[in-house]
């Protein structure tokens, strides 16, 4: 017997790595037992996700800011995503990845515009892959939030935001917006006040407008439905709110609010938008939200706007993003919890129907860099048996 016939290798991939028997993450017995919707699979036209788990697009400013490999992935990005995905998550999503080069956050974020960026982007899709996740990748442009500095250097100097200048790979002179000028830079500071950590934006041109739209498309060849492949899933972020409500920016020049978006998200899903990546804030500095100390602010965001797309009929799917860190939270999201289910019991006698999910995935983030294994410790802590990685079954956590 061949020895690949023993411990079969995944095909395709340019290294030996082990076909696992079972998917990481994947309920051992998935019809047996009383699995939550958390751990049950999610179909997205051709593509099916093996849990409801999701890792979001998270900077890590770990690209070169120069040279051949300006904006590309590394060894690092493989070595981070796809550890998510070895330890269970179904969809890994590489970070915000400029359609431009002045559409990066910093210097040292990725790009998707240049084939020299798909050997990097193809590593980590392949490592994703092997583990039986899928993969997808946020494209972005930073807009007047650019060209500023890693967040790490911004603490450094004991400042939120630090701008990034030419001499470090910065683009100063290249800073754009729908409007220009000192008064509209992110934080409101003049590109003179050494406290500012922001540039002042450039206004766009017409012309400079159409050339982003067309970036956006040349990217993955997939800015909008009609020109990706019909069987693609297609997500999308959304600001849900600026948080500026009552604010006396709002009352003189309006803001984008839930409302807002309720409106909008009606009309995204005839478009082909596959599912909503419930967001919201960083629009503007006078946001009345710290999104550090508020556990669920987001959550309950996206479970009105799920409630409002199944009023109108949609079922656009919905995704919580918003640090999610405890198993019962998690779960609580994907599905009713057994306190929700009586109370849906006992409505049905009064013809108020049953009650609904808040979301159809949960994204995470911080919580997986803090902890890898966030997937299979959910699974623990929830009773459910999930496979675990070929080369960690050795050391399992013991059954609660």
Same mark, same amino acid.
């Given at each position: 017997?061949?020895?690949?016939?023993?411990?079969?290798?995944?095909?395709g991939?340019?290294?030996?790595?082990?076909?696992?028997?079972?998917?990481? /993450?994947?309920?051992?017995?998935?019809?047996?037992?009383?699995?939550?919707?958390?751990?049950?699979?999610l179909t997205?036209?051709?593509?099916?996700l093996?849990n409801?788990?999701?890792?979001?697009?998270? #900077?890590?400013y770990?690209?070169?800011?120069?040279?051949? =490999?300006?904006g590309?992935? &590394?060894?690092?990005h493989?070595?981070?995503?796809?550890?998510?995905?070895l330890?269970g998550?179904a969809l890994?999503f590489?970070?915000?990845?400029?359609?431009?080069?002045?559409?990066?956050?910093?210097?040292n #974020?990725?790009g998707?515009?240049?084939?020299?960026?798909?050997?990097g982007?193809?590593a980590?899709?392949?490592?994703?892959?092997? =583990?039986?996740?899928?993969c997808?990748? =946020?494209?972005?442009?930073?807009?007047?939030?650019?060209?500023?500095?890693?967040?790490?250097v911004?603490a450094?100097?004991?400042?939120?935001?630090?701008r990034?200048?030419?001499?470090?790979?910065?683009?100063?002179?290249?800073?754009?917006?729908?409007?220009?000028?000192?008064?509209?830079?992110?934080?409101?500071?003049?590109?003179a006040?050494?406290?500012? /950590?922001?540039?002042?934006?450039?206004?766009?041109?017409?012309?400079?407008?159409?050339?982003?739209? /067309?970036?956006w498309?040349?990217?993955?060849?997939?800015?909008?439905r009609?020109?990706?492949?019909?069987d693609?899933?297609?997500?999308?972020?959304?600001?849900?709110?600026?948080?500026?409500?009552?604010t006396?920016l709002?009352?003189?020049?309006?803001?984008?609010?839930?409302?807002?978006?309720?409106?909008?998200?009606?009309?995204?899903?005839?478009?082909?938008?596959?599912l909503?990546?419930?967001?919201?804030?960083?629009?503007?500095?006078?946001?009345r939200i710290?999104?550090f100390?508020?556990?669920?602010?987001?959550?309950?965001?996206?479970?009105?706007?799920?409630?409002?797309?199944?009023?109108? /009929?949609?079922?656009?799917?919905?995704?919580?993003?918003?640090?999610?860190?405890?198993?019962q939270q998690?779960r609580g999201?994907?599905?009713?919890?057994?306190?929700?289910?009586?109370?849906?019991a006992k409505?049905? &006698?009064e013809?108020?129907?049953?009650?609904?999910?808040?979301?159809?995935?949960?994204l995470?983030?911080?919580?997986?860099?803090?902890e890898?294994e966030?997937?299979?410790?959910?699974?623990?802590?929830?009773?459910?048996?999930?496979?675990?990685?070929?080369?960690f079954?050795?050391?399992?956590?013991?059954?609660?």
């Amino acid at each position: 017997m061949a020895a690949s016939a023993l411990n079969a290798p995944v095909p395709g991939l340019p290294y030996f790595a082990p076909q696992h028997a079972i998917s990481p /993450g994947t309920p051992i017995k998935p019809n047996g037992g009383n699995v939550p919707t958390l751990f049950t699979p999610l179909t997205i036209r051709s593509k099916t996700l093996r849990n409801r788990i999701v890792v979001a697009p998270m #900077c890590q400013y770990s690209a070169a800011h120069e040279g051949p =490999q300006i904006g590309a992935l &590394t060894p690092y990005h493989v070595a981070t995503l796809g550890h998510y995905a070895l330890k269970g998550a179904a969809l890994v999503f590489i970070e915000a990845s400029g359609v431009q080069p002045n559409g990066r956050i910093t210097p040292n #974020c990725p790009g998707i515009w240049s084939d020299d960026q798909i050997p990097g982007i193809k590593a980590v899709v392949d490592i994703c892959h092997a =583990q039986g996740a899928l993969c997808g990748i =946020q494209l972005a442009h930073a807009g007047r939030k650019s060209s500023t500095c890693a967040t790490w250097v911004s603490a450094r100097h004991g400042k939120t935001s630090v701008r990034a200048g030419a001499d470090v790979g910065g683009w100063p002179e290249d800073v754009v917006g729908p409007s220009g000028g000192e008064a509209f830079t992110w934080d409101g500071k003049g590109s003179a006040d050494p406290e500012g /950590g922001f540039y002042a934006p450039r206004e766009l041109s017409s012309g400079e407008i159409e050339t982003l739209v /067309g970036d956006w498309a040349e990217a993955a060849r997939m800015a909008i439905r009609a020109v990706i492949p019909e069987d693609m899933p297609l997500f999308l972020r959304l600001s849900a709110t600026e948080w500026l409500e009552e604010t006396e920016l709002a009352k003189q020049y309006g803001s984008w609010d839930v409302e807002s978006t309720i409106e909008i998200t009606k009309i995204l899903s005839p478009l082909g938008v596959d599912l909503l990546d419930v967001s919201s804030g960083g629009n503007h500095p006078q946001q009345r939200i710290n999104m550090f100390k508020s556990k669920d602010y987001q959550t309950k965001i996206a479970s009105r706007i799920r409630q409002e797309l199944r009023a109108a /009929g949609s079922q656009m799917l919905i995704g919580a993003v918003g640090l999610i860190t405890e198993a019962q939270q998690a779960r609580g999201i994907v599905e009713t919890s057994i306190k929700d289910e009586a109370e849906a019991a006992k409505s049905m &006698t009064e013809a108020k129907g049953s009650a609904e999910p808040m979301a159809d995935a949960v994204l995470i983030a911080r919580q997986l860099m803090r902890e890898p294994e966030w997937v299979l410790r959910v699974a623990w802590q929830l009773g459910v048996d999930v496979a675990w990685p070929s080369q960690f079954d050795r050391v399992r956590f013991p059954r609660l």
